[in-house]
């Protein structure tokens, strides 16, 4: 077999695997059923307001990968639960709220890491002991060469990929 085409054949075996590992990432996180009722986007940002409470609506959207209009879609939805407070800056359009996450959402978060580190054990205890290291390791190498390969759009929020194909059709 010449060499391009077992190239082609070992990028499509990466691609297949690589897509089947983000179809069951997605079901590993939270789900409506356990959360209460909030989607895996609303979990995901609670769990990220313990790190960066007090953080800009702007600089809270850019971390998390979404633009500021889908931000502020989820805030109003945690905060109709009285999970999240935003707090109105000196502008009076209120471009430079701050977000502030509740005692409730607070309680929340816990809730939520002790789904998540139970369902971590769960997962681990399934990969055989002797191989547990060697899975780790290669988990690690993984994310770190897909954080800093910066190709491909990998860390460009997916509302932007979309708008962006529907232009170039």
Not at 24 to 49: F, H, K, M, N, Y
Not at 85 to 113: F, M, N, P, S
Not at 116 to 135: D, G, L, N, Y
Request: aromatic content about 2%; overall charge positive; hydrophobic content about 40%.
């Amino acid at each position: 077999m010449p060499a391009q085409a077992a190239a082609k054949i070992q990028t499509q075996q990466w691609w297949d695997e690589l897509e089947r590992l983000a179809r069951i990432l997605g079901q590993v996180g939270p789900d409506e059923v356990c959360c209460g009722g909030l989607s895996q986007r609303q979990c995901a940002i609670l769990r990220t307001l313990v790190a960066q409470e007090g953080a800009r609506l702007s600089d809270l959207a850019a971390s998390s990968g979404i633009t500021p209009s889908a931000m502020t879609r989820v805030l109003e939805k945690l905060e109709a639960r009285k999970l999240v407070e935003r707090v109105r800056g000196g502008h009076a359009d209120g471009r430079a709220a701050t977000v502030k996450i509740t005692a409730a959402g607070r309680q929340v978060r816990r809730q939520l890491d002790e789904l998540m580190r139970e369902r971590t054990r769960t997962i681990v205890v399934t990969i055989p002991a002797k191989q547990r290291v060697q899975v780790l390791a290669s988990l690690k190498l993984l994310n770190d060469v897909i954080a800093s390969s910066g190709c491909c759009g990998l860390n460009t929020p997916v509302e932007l990929v979309t708008i962006a194909e529907s232009h170039n059709r």
